[in-house]
């Protein structure tokens, strides 16, 4: 997929609570996620390599984003 609709006000109201470098994280794995068609991979060092984390911050930005969608699912 190369387009997918970012509706600005819902994002921001949604996302509000993250940090910058949790935003950078959230939409590098979604961008993952639309280009592949895929589910990100279920190992994070996998997901860290996809988005390009690299620093311990970038690390733990991509941990929670997945935990924070792990809890919105249950």
């Not at 387009?3 to 921001?12: L, P, S, T, V």
Request: with cysteine; charged share 30%; net charge positive.
């Amino acid at each position: 997929m190369n387009y997918y609709k970012r509706h600005i006000g819902d994002y921001a109201a949604a996302t509000r609570h993250l940090s910058m470098l949790e935003h950078g994280a959230y939409n590098l794995m979604m961008d993952t996620y639309y280009t592949t068609e895929k589910p990100l991979p279920v190992d994070v060092k996998d997901v860290f390599r996809k988005v390009g984390a690299r620093t311990k911050e970038e690390c733990v930005a991509v941990e929670e984003i997945g935990r924070a969608s792990c809890r919105e699912r249950v």
